[in-house]
């Protein structure tokens, strides 16, 4: 078993189950022209955010980490013609990449781009958009991801879906001696977790064409 193979079935199962899919590949060619880096979520991935999406019925949609919008695009598809989905980006280069692929998939009604320190833009978040959201995706700078996961809480009602991306970092997650700041973050996150008596969490270990990492998904069961 190795990454090779992980890559090869991803492949395969992407063929067999996700259409082709032209505002999603021109959104990869156009970061891709523009130089930014290739880490959004993989096909699978992606349509995997969607169905959770759907499942939860989101109306209200909150992202941390746009980068070129791919995540986003396959986000914001599911929201009813009410919905909206806010995306926070450090990134004025990846925000303006994002904010054209977003257009092209005829999303701009609907997706909000915020640019800036998500730690800095959240509290505007909260005030701008006083309603709970129904799903949040944090995907953006690992450290952060525990404070983040704070603001998560604080932007949910009782039945919001929070997923986290990268919480497995080719296994380092379960290495307590990582001196690698997004694996202590990972790590803090996890424990935090843990603790956390008002969501009901879980991790998984996900391989695939983006190599080896996880997600968290948790569901918040009681009054942030
Ligand atoms: N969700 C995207 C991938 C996001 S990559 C997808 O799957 O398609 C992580 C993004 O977070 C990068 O674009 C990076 O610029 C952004 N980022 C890094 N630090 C940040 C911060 N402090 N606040 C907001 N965004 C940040
Ligand atoms: C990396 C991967 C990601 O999915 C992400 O959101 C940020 C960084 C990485 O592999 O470095
Ligand atoms: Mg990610």
Redesign the pocket.
């Known amino acids: 078993m190795n990454e090779e193979r992980w890559a090869f079935v991803d492949q395969y199962l992407c063929r067999a189950l996700l259409p082709i899919d032209p505002a999603l590949e021109a959104a990869l060619t156009a970061n891709a022209a523009e130089g930014l ?1 290739t ?3 993989s096909p699978a991935q ?1 349509k995997l955010l969607h169905l959770i999406a759907l499942i939860q019925g989101a109306r209200r949609i909150l ?10 695009i396959w986000l914001a598809r599911t929201l009813p013609a009410d919905g909206i989905l806010v995306t ?4 004025e280069k ?1 925000a303006r990449v994002a904010r054209k692929n977003i257009e092209r998939a005829g999303l701009s009604h609907a997706v909000q781009i915020l640019v ?4 800095e833009r959240l509290p505007e978040v909260k005030r701008k958009y006083p309603e709970p959201f129904d799903l949040i ?1 944090i ?3 690992k450290p ?1 991801t525990p404070e983040y996961f704070g603001w998560a809480l604080r932007l949910s009602r009782p039945g919001t879906v929070i997923v986290a ?1 990268n919480v497995v970092r080719k296994g380092e997650v379960a290495n307590p001696s990582s001196t690698d700041a997004n694996v202590q973050g990972m790590r803090r996150f996890i424990e935090l977790l843990a603790k956390e008596t008002r969501v009901t969490a879980t991790a998984l270990q996900t391989v695939g064409t983006k190599g080896y990492d996880g997600f968290v998904i948790a569901r918040v069961s009681s009054n942030p």
């Open positions: 880096p880490i959004d979520v992606g992202e941390i980490g746009t980068l070129g919008g791919y995540s986003t926070l980006e450090a990134e990846h800036g320190k998500a730690l995706f995907d953006a700078d952060n991306d």
